[in-house]
């Protein structure tokens, strides 16, 4: 079955810092990955996603992420952390072995420091 | 463009009362997805639908949980009768097709806490 680990629950950086948010994946096959941001009270929003094009995604608001295969990983990134990049960021899943459903992990909260 | 709507946005109910949730997906998206979203969890699939059509309903608990979408546009997910364990977020979200691949717009979502 495909399952996702996002290693740390909270991350915190300072305004203008590098962002990195882990996700770890295992799948059977090469899977669709996704990576959603969510703000207080409101629904999830895409940020990119990887669909066996290139393996350096690059999303909205200035996140990027680089599926690695042989890591299993897909992890999101940002060179400058902004205080309004402060929200809670979800990686997800999806292909045969779901049965394509989407799965997400347990999502990670960043803090952005002033 | 408008997005996903869902209604109520907050809900408060006793246990073992009734509570139903709607949700208008965006215009001309045939796929509609329930989600059920824990504190500090990542959301879960409850069912989807092509039009009118759920094709996976395979984690909805049937003994109280039902849903449905009639004509295909909105759709209203219920639970009869709620339990404490039910109290989260319940998420619709919506895309333009079934894929794996596609974008699925997500609405604000409600929060019901049953007491």
């Known amino acids: 079955a495909q399952s996702v680990t996002q290693l740390g629950s909270h991350v915190s950086v300072s305004e203008g810092a590098l962002v990195l948010l882990r996700c770890n994946y295992s799948?059977?096959?090469?899977?669709?990955l996704f990576w959603y941001v969510q703000y207080p009270n409101q629904g999830l929003q895409l940020l990119l996603k990887y669909t066996s094009a290139a393996t350096l995604v690059k999303g909205i608001n200035g996140f990027e992420a680089e599926f690695k295969k042989s890591e299993t990983s897909f992890h999101l990134t940002k060179p400058s952390a902004h205080m309004s990049d402060a929200a809670e960021y979800f990686c997800?899943?999806?292909?045969?072995?779901?049965?394509?459903?989407?799965?997400f992990g347990s999502g990670t909260r960043l803090l952005v420091r002033p | 463009e408008a997005g996903v709507v869902q209604s109520p946005r907050y809900k408060i109910i006793e246990k073992k009362q009734p509570v139903a949730f709607w949700c208008n997906p965006i215009s001309g998206h045939n796929t509609l997805y329930w989600y059920l979203q824990n504190l500090g969890q990542g959301p879960e699939l409850l069912i989807r639908y092509e039009n009118e059509e759920a094709v996976d309903d395979s984690q909805l608990p049937k003994d109280r949980f039902s849903a449905e979408r009639l004509k295909g546009v909105d759709s209203t997910l219920k639970i009869q009768p709620a339990e404490l364990g039910d109290s989260a977020v319940y998420l619709c979200a919506s895309s333009s097709g079934g894929a794996a691949f596609n974008e699925q717009f997500f609405g604000p979502g409600t929060r019901l806490t049953v007491l």
């Open positions: 997800a899943v999806s292909g045969p072995d779901s049965s394509y459903k989407l799965i």
């Open positions: 799948s059977s096959v090469p899977p669709y």
